[in-house]
Structures are given as C-alpha cells and as structure tokens.
Nanobody, 115 residues
Framework: QVHVVESGGGLVQPGGSLRLSCVAS????????MAWYRQAPGRLREMVAH???????YYPGSVKDRFTISMDDAKNTVYLQMNSLKPEDTAVYYC?????????WGQGTQVTVSS
C-alpha cells in the first residue's frame, strides 16, 4: 500500500518562507511525476507546482517566481520551497504522486500566512 506523507506546514508571516516535504513509500511502481496542490476553504483544489521524473517543472502564474519544486528520486521525496508568502497562499497543501496507471494523495499539511 502506498503511503504519501507531507510535512513542513505551519504559520508564517507575510513575506516569509516555508519548505514543504512529501515522501512516498510502499509502491513498486516508478514515479512518473509529483505535484503540489492546495485547497483553501470554499475553493476548488488547485495545482501549484508539478515536476516530472525527468525534471521538467510547471507553475501557474499565481506562484511562479515564488515557489520552487524539486525532487529527490532516490528518496521518493518532493519538496516545495515557498518564498514571499502572501495571505492568499493560506490553504491545505496536498502532495500528489503519479505512478502512471495510478496516483496517490497525502493527507495534507496546513499553511497559514498571517501577521
């Protein structure tokens, strides 16, 4: 059974930084891609960063130049470095792992940006 566990969330002031981590374990399949999504209260879940196994990345305009996704293949781990955080970045952040024929989600980690 695949386990996906996020960590690193918390409370940060506007303009601050946080680094989220996500570890995937228990799968015999190769990881095709990993991504971070977020969901704020009353809003749809949205992708904020995506990285393929070959290292290609994608960011939507709302976080581009502020968020950076990276992956450690050997550790089945993906990171999300978030800089210049804004109150509108407040949400639960979820990790998604794409194995090609299946995908798994973590339980999420809360990020709150407030003074």
């Amino acid at each position: 059974q695949v386990h996906v566990v996020e960590s690193g969330g918390g409370l940060v002031q506007p303009g601050g930084s946080l680094r989220l981590s996500c570890v995937a374990s228990g799968s015999r399949s190769s990881i095709y891609a990993m991504a971070w999504y977020r969901q704020a209260p009353g809003r749809l879940r949205e992708m904020v960063a995506h990285i393929t196994a070959t290292g290609s990345t994608y960011y939507p305009g709302s976080v581009k130049d502020r968020f950076t996704i990276s992956m450690d293949d050997a550790k089945n781990t993906v990171y999300l470095q978030m800089n210049s955080l804004k109150p509108e970045d407040t949400a639960v952040y979820y990790c998604n792992v794409n194995f090609g024929r299946s995908e798994s989600w973590g339980q999420g980690t809360q990020v709150t940006v407030s003074s």
